[in-house]
């Protein structure tokens, strides 16, 4: 949705619909990975891999995100206001205001917020693919394919149509620059 001089509009609020598509597919895809990964090893080896990825995945995403990248985001101090996850909410109920100055930091070293994030939708992805080599599933290869499916749909739907195109964080956003959405 364009504001009349034809820019992109940022929301200080994201609809509903947004949240939900964002917030579905991210619980979608963490539960299928880890379901695949249980599937497709099977055994208790299956059962503990899967089961340490979906703690791994959710802790990640709904406990790190607004514990240390969310205080340092321009939503976690914009009134009345409510990011594309909905995690400024939490954020603000869980952790201290940090400093814009330092939301770049959620993409600096190897074990970064924006690394774990990634490694959260592409681990299942990486993981299931021998276990279909070892064991074919035509169930476990179905899993597979909704997975790549979800990762494209958020990489070229989600980002450039629905989150961080209208997110007002893009221009500080390493992510965001690194897409082409900073000072659009
Ligand atoms: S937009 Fe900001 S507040 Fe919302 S999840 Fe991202 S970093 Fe956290």
Same mark, same amino acid.
């Given at each position: ?13 994201? *609809? ?20 695949? /990964? ?32 969310? *205080? ?27 400093? /814009?100055?330092?939301? *770049? ?7 970064? *917020?924006?690394?774990?994030? /990634? ?23 179905? /899993? ?41």
């Amino acid at each position: 949705m364009n504001s009349p001089d034809n820019s992109i509009r940022s929301y200080t609020r994201y *609809p509903l619909s947004s949240i939900l598509i964002y917030n579905g597919t991210t619980v979608l895809h963490f539960l299928l990975g880890g379901t695949g /990964i249980i599937l497709g090893y099977g055994s208790w080896i299956g059962n503990l891999v899967g089961a340490l990825y979906l703690v791994f995945a959710f802790l990640e995403m709904y406990l790190h995100m607004p514990l240390k990248v969310c *205080p340092n985001c321009v939503y976690y101090r914009l009134d009345n206001s409510l990011c594309i996850s909905g995690l400024n909410v939490v954020s603000r109920k869980v952790a201290r205001e940090g400093n /814009i100055k330092n939301f *770049p930091d959620r993409a600096k070293g190897f074990f970064c *917020p924006n690394n774990l994030y /990634i490694a959260s939708l592409v681990i299942p992805i990486i993981a299931i693919i021998p276990a279909l080599v070892l064991d074919f599933s035509f169930t476990v290869l179905a /899993i597979l394919l909704i997975l790549v499916g979800l990762l494209l749909f958020r990489f070229f739907v989600i980002f450039p149509r629905i989150a961080c195109i209208h997110c007002r964080a893009k221009n500080i956003c390493p992510q965001a620059q690194s897409m082409g959405f900073g000072n659009k």
